[in-house]
């Protein structure tokens, strides 16, 4: 069984800074898709970025960007120029690849979860 | 596209109690999911299905029932609610061919069990 963990409860940032959230997560599999959500105060569930473990390159969406560290299990989101829209609760999800590049049915395992707020 | 729509948006059920989460998507998604959010413990998954007719259990079971009858609905059933059943409730599909691996959320279910 995978598990994820998120170890800072919250965190803040003043506007136009950079932020990193952590993220480590334990596992034996070798193939996996690494993910983060953001969950602003609507509840909906948004995509953030995702990073497929077989790329070494670490994904970029934009202002949003991770370190990826696969020998230390290790998942940052880095946040850069913050803006007050980015104020949300963070999750960081795992999730196993089957065979031939498949996902898991869809099965996710996420970790507990950062509140970021971004100040004006 | 409607996306993942769930139904009620809200609900407050008494101990005891029986009621249906309702959960529909409209993209033909073979893959649906349900996950409960609590505070400090992130999503859990509660069962799964991979297609009409076939489910399974996650990681937090106990308690509800599923079923799908068809591609579009995957309701979740509490039998008899429970306090610990209160949290707020989520369906997802996605699809199931090679590397989709975007899950498609729907808007959430808060549920409270006095």
Same mark, same amino acid.
């Given at each position: 069984a995978q598990t994820v963990t998120q170890s800072q409860p919250e965190m803040s940032v003043q506007e136009a800074e950079t932020v990193t959230l952590s993220c480590t997560y334990d596992t034996s599999e070798s193939n996996y898709y690494l993910f983060w959500y953001k969950q602003p105060p609507s509840r909906q569930m948004i995509l953030v970025i995702r990073q497929e473990a077989y790329k *070494? *390159? =670490?994904?970029?969406? =934009?202002?949003?960007?991770? =370190?990826? *560290? @696969?020998?230390? @299990?290790s998942f940052c989101l880095k946040i850069s120029d913050s803006q007050l829209g980015d104020t949300a609760m963070y999750f960081c999800a795992f999730m196993k690849q089957t065979g031939a590049g498949g996902t898991s049915y869809g099965k996710l395992t996420f970790g507990q979860g950062t509140i970021l707020t971004v100040h004006p | 596209n409607a996306g993942v729509t769930q139904t009620p948006k809200f609900q407050v059920l008494k101990t005891g109690q029986s009621m249906t989460l309702q959960c529909a998507q409209d993209m033909n998604h073979e893959y649906m999911s349900w996950y409960r959010q609590d505070p400090g413990m992130g999503l859990r998954l509660i069962h799964y299905s991979v297609g009409a007719g076939i489910t399974d259990q996650g990681e937090v079971p106990n308690g509800y029932n599923v079923s799908r009858s068809t591609t579009e609905d995957f309701p979740l059933r509490l039998l008899s609610a429970a306090p610990s059943q209160t949290s707020v409730y989520f369906c997802a599909s996605s699809y199931s061919w090679r590397g989709a691996y975007e899950q498609y959320f729907g808007p959430g279910t808060r549920l409270t069990v006095t």
């Amino acid at each position: 069984a995978q598990t994820v963990t998120q170890s800072q409860p919250e965190m803040s940032v003043q506007e136009a800074e950079t932020v990193t959230l952590s993220c480590t997560y334990d596992t034996s599999e070798s193939n996996y898709y690494l993910f983060w959500y953001k969950q602003p105060p609507s509840r909906q569930m948004i995509l953030v970025i995702r990073q497929e473990a077989y790329k *070494q *390159q =670490n994904a970029t969406e =934009n202002r949003f960007s991770v =370190n990826f *560290q @696969k020998a230390a @299990k290790s998942f940052c989101l880095k946040i850069s120029d913050s803006q007050l829209g980015d104020t949300a609760m963070y999750f960081c999800a795992f999730m196993k690849q089957t065979g031939a590049g498949g996902t898991s049915y869809g099965k996710l395992t996420f970790g507990q979860g950062t509140i970021l707020t971004v100040h004006p | 596209n409607a996306g993942v729509t769930q139904t009620p948006k809200f609900q407050v059920l008494k101990t005891g109690q029986s009621m249906t989460l309702q959960c529909a998507q409209d993209m033909n998604h073979e893959y649906m999911s349900w996950y409960r959010q609590d505070p400090g413990m992130g999503l859990r998954l509660i069962h799964y299905s991979v297609g009409a007719g076939i489910t399974d259990q996650g990681e937090v079971p106990n308690g509800y029932n599923v079923s799908r009858s068809t591609t579009e609905d995957f309701p979740l059933r509490l039998l008899s609610a429970a306090p610990s059943q209160t949290s707020v409730y989520f369906c997802a599909s996605s699809y199931s061919w090679r590397g989709a691996y975007e899950q498609y959320f729907g808007p959430g279910t808060r549920l409270t069990v006095t």
